[in-house]
């Protein structure tokens, strides 16, 4: 990193008319980081957590032994590329996920609703819902102080459900992960444009009459920033420069693609193929635009908590840019038919395609001394391993991402059957040094993360 005699606030923002942009961490930063440390900057640490539904094929997703990670397995294999960033973890549970005695179904409104919670929620589909406190709000406590937002949360799906999606259980616990108390769960925004607005501000007031003024005017929410940046570019060395190009280049992308995927929203299509607003046709498109937004909210900084639902439990969703027409549920109860089974694993490499793009862009884009996947955890998975039977042990989970130093991946680490899921969440919240004692079902914490 090279130290600068012009030194910048770290919380440095170019202003327009109804905008706001927070910039990314640069070289000439490092000052004032500095002084008002009296110790050299270091970058933060950050959290994301990707869930999907469902359920996996595990025999497609488990490496064949324990230790080193050599090939990956078929539905891990757009991994490869981060091998070495990568912990597959073996023998998790979500206990809590289970039925209480006469609670009969609703394996997936749990799954979900303890996924980071380790609290098993209250059967209801009332208003009176109660679960737990989640770990991502746990995070966003501590290492939201000093950020924009506390926390993001993100779905692909949209949150219109209401009153009981399984027998006798409230929506509620489905339509989110997060829960900022045990009554108080967040909503998750499926809609980039809302997103983008939310983390840059708007030019116009966010009527949807407004939004689509200001499309057809094909303005961007950096034109009132122009003279700004210009004046602002000028005080920088090159690399900085070369940095916040770079960064005004993404944003850039980013809004024509949403403007893309509004003007696609306007064409004639069949009722059930047409998308919500301005969210793209395919969910490959949705899922990439709505993790480029994740990765420019941690690039400037605006938050340093991240949670994204690439799906909801129970989804119908069905995947024709895949050739596959069957609704995703239905394919997770596959009876053991090879086709059916084929099928839902296509599915399952086609999420982690998701997650291997986000991390290749969290890998390209320059934070301090490294890149934003040195400086993350991720953690990656489902509250049911095999959706044919509802079964919550032996979960599908990843950590990725460098950790600052503090975790090490490249391995597949088998822990004792049956140790809770809050266990290894626990220890991630120690390595982002945010203290807690207990989440949920803890026992304790799982040990040798960052193999020191």
Same mark, same amino acid.
């Given at each position: 990193?090279?130290?600068?005699?012009?030194?910048?606030?770290?919380?440095?923002?170019?202003?327009?008319?109804?905008?706001?942009?927070?910039?990314?961490?640069?070289?000439?930063?490092?000052?004032?980081?500095?002084?008002?440390?009296?110790?050299?900057?270091?970058?933060?640490?950050?959290?994301?957590?990707?869930?999907?539904?469902?359920?996996?094929?595990?025999?497609?997703?488990?490496?064949?032994?324990?230790?080193?990670?050599?090939?990956?397995?078929?539905?891990?294999?757009?991994?490869?590329?981060?091998?070495?960033?990568?912990?597959?973890?073996?023998?998790?549970?979500?206990?809590?996920?289970?039925?209480?005695?006469?609670?009969?179904?609703?394996?997936?409104?749990?799954?979900?609703?303890?996924?980071?919670?380790?609290?098993?929620?209250?059967?209801?589909?009332?208003?009176?819902?109660?679960?737990?406190?989640?770990?991502?709000?746990?995070?966003?406590?501590?290492?939201?102080?000093?950020?924009?937002?506390?926390?993001?949360? *993100?779905?692909?799906?949209?949150?219109?459900?209401?009153?009981?999606?399984?027998?006798?259980?409230?929506?509620?616990?489905?339509?989110?992960?997060?829960?900022?108390?045990?009554?108080?769960?967040?909503?998750?925004?499926?809609?980039?444009r809302a997103v983008f607005e939310r983390l840059f501000g708007d030019t116009?007031?966010?009527?949807?009459?407004?939004?689509?003024?200001?499309?057809?005017?094909?303005?961007?929410?950096?034109?009132?920033?122009?003279?700004?940046?210009?004046?602002?570019?000028?005080?920088?060395?090159?690399?900085?420069?070369?940095?916040?190009?770079?960064?005004?280049?993404?944003?850039?992308?980013?809004?024509?693609?949403?403007?893309?995927?509004?003007?696609?929203?306007?064409?004639?299509?069949?009722?059930?193929?047409?998308?919500?607003?301005?969210?793209?046709?395919?969910?490959?498109?949705?899922?990439?635009?709505?993790?480029?937004?994740?990765?420019?909210?941690?690039?400037?900084?605006?938050?340093?908590?991240?949670?994204?639902?690439?799906?909801?439990?129970?989804?119908?969703?069905?995947?024709?840019?895949?050739?596959?027409?069957?609704?995703?549920?239905?394919?997770?109860?596959?009876?053991?038919?090879?086709?059916?089974?084929?099928?839902?694993?296509?599915?399952?490499?086609?999420?982690?395609?998701?997650?291997?793009?986000?991390?290749?862009? *969290?890998?390209?884009?320059?934070?301090?001394?490294?890149?934003?996947?040195?400086?993350?955890?991720?953690?990656?998975?489902?509250?049911?391993?095999?959706?044919?039977?509802?079964?919550?042990?032996?979960?599908?989970?990843?950590?990725?991402?460098?950790?600052?130093?503090?975790?090490?991946?490249?391995?597949?680490?088998?822990?004792?059957?049956?140790?809770?899921?809050?266990?290894?969440?626990?220890?991630?919240?120690?390595?982002?040094?945010?203290?807690?004692?207990?989440?949920?079902?803890?026992?304790?914490?799982?040990?040798?993360?960052?193999?020191?």
């Amino acid at each position: 990193m090279i130290i600068t005699k012009h030194s910048l606030p770290r919380r440095t923002f170019l202003r327009g008319v109804g905008a706001s942009l927070a910039l990314p961490l640069l070289d000439s930063m490092v000052p004032a980081f500095a002084a008002v440390r009296s110790s050299p900057a270091k970058p933060a640490t950050r959290l994301f957590t990707g869930y999907v539904p469902n359920g996996v094929i595990m025999d497609r997703w488990t490496p064949g032994a324990e230790g080193a990670l050599t090939d990956l397995p078929p539905t891990l294999a757009p991994l490869s590329p981060f091998k070495d960033r990568l912990l597959v973890v073996s023998g998790l549970a979500d206990a809590p996920a289970f039925p209480l005695p006469g609670e009969g179904t609703g394996d997936h409104v749990r799954a979900a609703a303890t996924f980071l919670t380790g609290v098993h929620p209250k059967k209801t589909d009332g208003p009176d819902i109660r679960c737990g406190t989640s770990m991502d709000q746990i995070a966003a406590g501590v290492l939201g102080a000093d950020s924009v937002l506390p926390s993001l949360e *993100l779905a692909i799906d949209p949150n219109e459900l209401i009153g009981a999606c399984e027998a006798g259980w409230s929506c509620a616990y489905a339509n989110t992960l997060s829960w900022r108390n045990p009554t108080t769960p967040l909503p998750m925004e499926n809609q980039p444009r809302a997103v983008f607005e939310r983390l840059f501000g708007d030019t116009d007031d966010t009527t949807p009459e407004a939004r689509l003024a200001r499309f057809r005017e094909d303005r961007s929410i950096l034109d009132s920033l122009v003279h700004e940046v210009a004046d602002f570019e000028r005080t920088l060395g090159p690399g900085d420069r070369t940095k916040v190009t770079q960064y005004l280049d993404a944003i850039r992308d980013i809004e024509r693609r949403i403007q893309f995927a509004e003007a696609q929203s306007d064409r004639e299509l069949p009722e059930l193929a047409r998308p919500t607003g301005g969210i793209p046709d395919t969910f490959a498109e949705h899922a990439r635009l709505m993790l480029d937004l994740q990765v420019l909210a941690f690039q400037a900084d605006m938050t340093r908590v991240g949670t994204f639902m690439l799906s909801r439990e129970v989804s119908p969703r069905t995947y024709p840019d895949l050739g596959i027409p069957d609704p995703h549920h239905g394919l997770s109860h596959h009876q053991n038919r090879p086709e059916q089974m084929a099928k839902l694993a296509k599915v399952n490499r086609h999420h982690i395609d998701q997650l291997a793009y986000f991390m290749a862009q *969290l890998d390209a884009t320059p934070d301090g001394d490294g890149s934003l996947l040195d400086h993350v955890v991720i953690q990656y998975g489902c509250g049911i391993s095999d959706g044919n039977q509802h079964l919550h042990v032996n979960l599908p989970v990843l950590v990725a991402g460098g950790g600052a130093g503090r975790l090490r991946g490249g391995r597949h680490m088998r822990v004792a059957e049956e140790t809770p899921l809050t266990n290894l969440q626990v220890a991630l919240l120690e390595k982002l040094d945010v203290p807690i004692e207990t989440l949920g079902d803890s026992t304790g914490v799982v040990e040798h993360l960052s193999g020191v």
